[in-house]
């Protein structure tokens, strides 16, 4: 009779639930008479895997979620290619691939999308800073949102969808390298409303009009409704809370727990004794699963163990989000619920008892507590109702809360740029300029590489090698030798930020060329590096002049960079010696750009001065001696001279006399004898390369040098 009524009853209030709300509140009443059917309302799993499928539903998002979402429209893979190389070295080319896509999160509207995790990892930070390059944009699901346009400018304007009542974002080229050149499995946090949402209110918007909430319940950090049916998320809802349904006025009341109550004992029959049913009392172990919002929204699990010979298990999946500590307690009132499960009383009552319902509370004259209205039968002026105790409320059960494994959420920062110009180890023509980038924060990864300027654009020249360590000099070194190792400067610097490390390394890995850094204008490699404080780092050690390059000239402030290979591009075809070289380094958020230019040079691909100039003396003849060096890198070996590097050995010399007179020569080897009859002489020592000659060695000659 009750289903009859209530069906009756939704038929009448019509609205968007219409007589289907009367059969769910009906089902809810006297289900257990005329029998129940699966519920198929949303599980745990359903919002970690990311779904394309043609019909697929929509959940219903509020408080705020984690939701894979429904991938509604994408476009094919884009693949990019950049050659790299040059002459001595070959020419690379790399492919890249990138993808649009719109992703379908919510069938009612919200109010923004938070973090993002692709494949388990941040793709986007708390902070809204994101770990891959990507456009990005999304729609509240309103009934005023307009096509997106790139959707638009694909399909066609007139053809594009403004997906009106669904709230979905939309990626434009989302970089692929990072997943295996796939679009990966996303899921985001969305934010539906502002705070917490009682369980009750959930329940009133997902029954459009037709449920009230009698009382608001537990707070929800969020709730993804979703089923087969209307009534399937709700239930879902409804059914781990111990809700239960009774009429109120022209619409269905949803109530729990204690509230108002009628007493029965005036109205109950005499000589009509209780019929009691009670099943063994076995005590029951309770397991709630749930999304812990402490946990990104992964599954949690609350126990409440009763203890006991012969335990039973409740399992129960509420696909809602929450603290632990807000499972804990519904763990709790599900266990004292499940205690009192069997305590069902039938009782006989006169005509007086008429409009007592299913749903309602009473009391009764012989027995404590409160009691719900399950079944209503009415036989011949007699009604017999089916009661069931109700769970006084419990003590808040303890939380286990354990210790989360969270993605790493690290920021970016902005990114930095330092051109370096450096010898090339193969001896090719041409300025070797390298980009070395990095971002202020730990989390930066990459940039893309540009080259040109604003006036006639810029040209894609491939992404930048790993991160790299670049800083400040805080105190530079002091005048030193190339000859020996300098254990009397110290060079202090300050590092973009505290996880930028150095490290010290033996005389061994020295001789290997590591730990060289750009100081200023010189190369110099050092064998300590000293934590000073955060950020700061004093190094000592110190191998000075590596490579030719100048010692002097230093000064607070001027740039330093760790020259480790895995770090630095190079950019191909930089142009002229002395031409200004503009590249641009842009991150992957939106508007993070860094322009820094170089005046190439051309240092590293003449040879450098020579060394050692000195008059040695064989009898009566006397001659200019000197050593050459190499612009290669290679390591001092015994008995083995360095790689010439050039073409052809030969030197200039320029000699200056007393009286300003000058003459040029050309020699084939390291030495020039020395007339008797030359005076006082100024005399520079240039090598000449393949692509020009070294900066001059100098040297004073006095004729007593003879003697």
């Known amino acids: 009779m009750a289903t009859m009524v209530l069906t009756t009853l939704g038929k009448a209030v019509a609205g968007p639930v219409g007589a289907a709300l009367g059969g769910l509140a009906g089902r809810a009443i006297d289900g257990a008479v005329f029998g ?66 719109a992703v379908a999160l919510s069938g009612r509207p919200i109010r923004g999308i938070g973090r993002i995790w692709a494949e388990g990892k941040l793709l986007r930070g708390a902070a809204g800073d994101w770990k891959t390059r990507t456009g990005f944009r999304w729609y509240p ?19 594009a969808p403004a997906y009106r009542g669904i709230a979905y974002a939309v990626f434009e080229d989302l970089a692929l390298a990072d997943f295996g050149n796939r679009i990966p499995s996303l899921s985001f946090e969305v934010e539906a409303d502002a705070g917490s949402v009682a369980a009750g209110t959930i329940v009133e918007v997902l029954g459009a009009g037709a449920i009230v909430a009698e009382a608001g319940g537990p707070m929800l950090g969020g709730y993804a409704a979703s089923g087969a049916a209307g009534r399937d998320a709700i239930e879902a809802l409804v059914e781990p809370l111990g809700g239960w349904y009774a009429t109120q006025g022209d619409r269905v009341a949803l109530r729990s727990g204690m509230g108002p109550a009628r007493r029965l004992s005036d109205a109950m029959l005499p000589g009509d004794a209780p019929d009691w049913q009670r099943p063994p009392a076995t005590p029951a172990d309770v397991a709630i699963a749930y999304h812990d919002i402490a946990r990104d929204y992964q599954a949690g ?20 989000a929450m603290t632990a500590e807000v499972a804990a307690g519904i763990a709790g009132d599900v266990a004292a619920r499940a205690a009192l499960a069997g305590e069902v009383r039938t009782v006989a009552l006169d005509w007086r008892a008429i409009d007592v319902a299913p749903g309602d509370r009473v009391t009764l004259a012989d027995a404590d507590g409160l009691w719900r209205v399950r079944r209503t039968r009415i036989e011949a002026m007699r009604i017999t109702l089916e009661l069931v105790r109700i769970a006084p409320a419990t003590l808040p059960a303890p939380a286990a809360i354990g210790t989360p494994q969270l993605a790493a959420d690290v920021t970016t920062g902005a990114t930095r740029l330092l051109l370096v110009e450096l010898p090339s180890d193969s001896g090719e023509g041409g300025p070797w300029i390298g980009a070395i980038a990095v971002g202020t924060a730990s989390g930066w990864r990459r940039a893309t590489l540009l080259v040109g300027d604003d006036a006639s654009g810029w040209s894609e020249v491939g992404e930048t090698a790993a991160p790299g360590v670049l800083g400040q000099v805080t105190l530079p070194p002091g005048p030193g030798s190339a000859m020996i190792e300098d254990r009397t400067s110290v060079i202090e610097v300050e590092l973009l930020h505290d996880a930028m490390t150095l490290e010290s390394i033996d005389d061994v890995a020295l001789d290997r060329g590591g730990n060289a850094a750009l100081v200023g204008a010189e190369i110099v490699q050092f064998g300590s590096a000293q934590r000073i404080g955060p950020a700061r780092w004093r190094l000592s050690r110190l191998w000075r002049g590596r490579r030719g390059s100048a010692m002097t000239g230093h000064q607070v402030g ?25 590249v641009m380094a842009a991150g992957i958020v939106e508007g993070d750009r860094a322009t820094t230019t170089i005046v190439p040079r051309g240092w590293a691909t003449v040879p ?33 001279d360095t790689p010439l590097g050039e073409e052809r050995e030969a030197y200039r010399l320029t000699l200056t006399t007393a009286q300003r007179a000058v003459r040029t020569i050309e020699v084939a080897e390291p030495h020039w004898p020395i007339a008797p009859t030359d005076g006082a002489l100024t005399i520079e020592v240039r090598q000449i390369g393949t692509y020009g000659a070294s900066a001059p060695a100098l040297f004073h000659y006095r004729p007593e040098m003879t003697r």
Request: charged share 20%; glycine share 10%.
């Open 141 to 159: 699901g309103d009934e005023a949102q307009m096509p997106d346009p790139l959707i638009a400018s694909i399909v066609g304007t007139g053809n």
């Open 558 to 582: 001027e740039d330093f960079a760790l020259l480790d290979p895995a770090t630095i591009r190079r950019v191909e075809s930089p142009g002229p010696i002395g031409q200004t070289l503009a």
């Open 36 to 101: 129940t059917r699966a519920r198929q309302g949303p599980r745990l799993t359903e919002l970690q895997v990311q779904l394309s499928s043609y019909g697929t539903q929509i959940p219903k998002l509020f408080g705020r979620m984690r939701v894979a979402g429904t991938v509604i429209w994408a476009t094919d893979l884009r693949e990019s290619a950049t050659t790299t190389g040059g002459k001595g070295t070959g020419r690379t080319t790399r492919y890249s691939y990138s993808a649009s896509f």
């Open 608 to 640: 450098p001065a020579p060394v050692h100039v000195s008059i040695s003396h064989d009898g009566d003849r006397a001659e200019l001696r000197w050593v050459r060096r190499s612009r290669l890198s290679a390591p001092w070996r015994d008995a083995i």
């Open 301 to 320: 699990v609350q126990q409440v163990l009763r203890g006991g010979p012969a335990r039973r298990m409740l399992q129960i999946e509420l696909p809602a």
